[in-house]
């Protein structure tokens, strides 16, 4: 009776691991989608929500079937991360762990070096949400940094306090010290970066974690510049983008023939002239459909390049094109 009721409770459990659907996609480390595994630098599975939850269930594999994410989201495409998620090198080693509300990181975040030592804990603020709509607000800026450690495991920084002082290699061709001091989490007073070669340096200044002011000189040019990062830019801002995206938009004669709709994403660089290259689809819809999100992007002005300290520099951007009936 027993290994009846043993078979049955596993026929059980076998129909209900079937029946929860998932989706198999290959991508390379660029984001790019193909179609064939063998082409692919890593896996992703989307489960379907278990009874009961919202969320699907994301896993990524390296090739070799080693682990390399493990998380929830609550939206396919775009991805919109919820709850805990968790990443590991080709090694076995995890590399973060993380938990996402509304597809962004809050509360305490773990970073850990290649080997699985802890890098870092950071304190991340809770998306707030306006209580009469319910929509969701944008976070303050800023995460608290709680612990530091240097590769040698020598802790910097405890309690959000200590002088941070960290030593690494850009490329080949140069190396960079960055050095200053946390008070209760975040930056404070002045800031320094130089390189070995002597050709680029910066000092920032700040107050509770917001800065002040920076200036940068690298190659003989100088910068004054106030925000550490700046994310690349439509020339006349995003709202802007999606006019110029739904005025040349032509949806194509054969996808409307057969009531065909979604979202294609497409990942490019903006370059640091604000040119938009490498582009391709990261999010695979239907040929055609893909082809003409290719081309108004591919046709698109300039953009204004992405900053760090001051510089331009070279970032991958993200967009959805959305066709639907009801545009």
């Avoid at 594999?61 to 805990?84: C, M, N, Q, W």
């Avoid at 290699?169 to 970066?193: C, I, L, R, S």
Wanted: net charge positive.
């Amino acid at each position: 009776m027993k290994k009846t009721l043993s078979l049955l409770l596993l026929l059980f459990l076998m129909n209900t691991v079937r029946a929860q659907r998932q989706n198999t996609y290959f991508f390379k480390n660029n984001g790019r989608q193909v179609t064939l595994r063998d082409s692919a630098d890593f896996i992703r599975i989307i489960q379907e929500p278990d009874p009961g939850s919202t969320h699907f269930k994301l896993k990524e594999y390296y090739t070799d079937g080693t682990e390399k994410v493990a998380g929830y989201i609550s939206r396919i495409f775009p991805l919109v991360y919820e709850g805990s998620y968790r990443t590991f090198n080709q090694q076995g080693k995890r590399m973060d762990s993380v938990y996402y509300l509304h597809g962004k990181i809050t509360g305490q975040a773990s970073y850990y070096y290649p080997d699985g030592q802890l890098r870092e804990l950071r304190e991340y603020p809770a998306p707030q949400v306006e209580s009469n709509s319910g929509q969701e607000m944008a976070p303050p800026p800023k995460s608290k940094l709680i612990y530091w450690a240097d590769s040698t495991g020598k802790v910097l920084v405890r309690a959000g306090n200590g002088y941070f002082i960290k030593t690494y290699q850009k490329g080949e061709k140069d190396e960079f010290t960055v050095e200053g001091q946390y008070a209760n989490g975040y930056k404070t007073g002045e800031w320094k970066m130089k390189s070995l070669s002597g050709n680029d340096q910066y000092k920032e200044f700040f107050e509770d974690g917001k800065m002040q002011k920076g200036e940068r000189v690298k190659d003989g040019n100088t910068y004054v510049y106030t925000q550490e990062t700046e994310k690349p830019e439509f020339e006349s801002g995003l709202k802007d983008l999606y006019k110029y995206i739904g005025k040349g938009l032509r949806y194509p004669a054969d996808a409307v023939e057969k009531g065909i709709s979604g979202t294609v994403g497409l990942s490019f660089v903006v370059e640091k002239d604000g040119q938009v290259t490498d582009l391709l689809v990261s999010n695979s819809v239907y040929p055609s459909l893909d082809q003409e999100a290719f081309r108004i992007l591919k046709n698109c002005p300039k953009w204004k390049p992405g900053k760090e300290h001051g510089i331009p520099v070279r970032v991958r951007y993200n967009l959805p094109v959305t066709f639907s009936f009801g545009r």
